[in-house]
């Protein structure tokens, strides 16, 4: 395999917050010319048996994927996990625990927004989850554009839902180390996702890198739906400086709100390290 493959190894289904199905996407991938797919729910892997049917039944390959919230110098950091077994029994218990403080924290973020006069959001935002275990943010803006009270989800994130925000609750994820180690255990391979979204320091971010690295991480996402173009250049040479295979992703949520569709992206550099090459056991 080499960097000209249509791999799209991040997109998420209604198993977290995208509002495709898994059968959906993976026709929708094979639509688009997907040649090796994976489904990454956020800390969920309730998908992954579907998604990998599915892709075989629309003639594309599959890799198993998830997205692991992580905390990292108090910010959330995104870890992807691919080629694992979706049935290891840690994993799963580690991805369980990751969920839950999901809840309270949705009751939070609720009682916030009708601080400022927006009410009845946690039970808003239900009417759009898939899987109980996992109301997201996303969910929360999907409620809010429903209501008029902004013309899309990203300006609901501005205005409401990130740091400073009313319906911003903080909140403690899983740790780096832990998150590499299950998916490690479970025989996968973990990926930095959308390194150039978060909101580091020069320092924090090689603080990131190198530990990542020290815990055994080897890639990073650097065709991202998630990085601007610029972001595209600056993470291929941070992941040669790194020494980490690069990945490629569209991070999928919905048509109605995701700018990048599946498949859509430019081609990695070629020369980087495809992910896929560390993976080829691996692919279903
Ligand atoms: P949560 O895991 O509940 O904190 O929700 C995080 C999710 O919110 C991400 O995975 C994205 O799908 C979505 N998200 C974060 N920032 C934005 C944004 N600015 N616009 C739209 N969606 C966003
Ligand atoms: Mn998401
Ligand atoms: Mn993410
Ligand atoms: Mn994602």
């Known amino acids: 395999m080499t960097s000209i493959l249509n791999a799209d190894l991040h997109c998420h289904s209604v198993v977290s917050d995208g509002t495709l199905t898994p059968e959906e996407l993976a026709a929708r991938a094979a639509a688009n010319g997907v040649e090796l797919w994976s489904l990454t729910d956020h800390d969920e892997v309730g998908g992954q048996h579907r998604a990998a049917a599915a892709a075989k039944a629309n003639g594309i390959k599959y890799l198993t994927g998830t997205e692991i919230s992580v905390t990292f110098a108090n910010e959330t950091v995104h870890i992807v996990g ?25 009751q939070e973020m609720s009682e916030g927004l009708a601080r400022v006069g927006i009410h009845g959001a946690y039970e808003g935002a239900l009417k759009f989850v898939g899987n109980p275990e996992l ?29 400073g925000k009313p319906g911003y609750v903080p909140h403690r994820w899983a740790n780096l180390k832990d998150a590499i180690g299950w998916i490690h255990d479970a025989g996968g391979l973990a990926v930095i996702a959308h390194p150039g979204r978060y909101k580091f320091t020069a320092n924090e971010e ?16 650097v065709v991202t739906g998630s990085h601007s173009p610029p972001e595209y250049v600056e993470y291929a040479e941070k992941a040669i ?23 859509q992206l430019p ?14 056991s691996r692919v279903r």
């Open 241 to 263: 400086e790194f020494g980490f295979a690069a990945s490629r992703g569209s991070d999928f949520h919905s048509p109605d709100e995701s700018h990048c569709d599946l498949g």
């Open 206 to 221: 090689y603080a990131l890198f190198l530990e990542f690295k020290a815990h055994g991480g080897q890639a990073i996402e």
């Open 135 to 163: 109301i997201s943010r996303t969910h929360f803006a999907r409620f809010l554009v429903e209501g008029g009270w902004c013309k899309d989800t990203n300006e609901v994130f501005r205005k409401y839902l990130t740091e």
């Open 267 to 280: 081609w990695l550099p070629g020369n980087l390290k495809p992910v896929w090459e560390l993976l080829e």
């Open 82 to 106: 691919l080629g694992f077994d979706p049935d290891d029994a840690a994993m799963k218990q580690g991805l369980y625990d990751t969920r839950g403080g999901r809840g309270r924290r949705a």
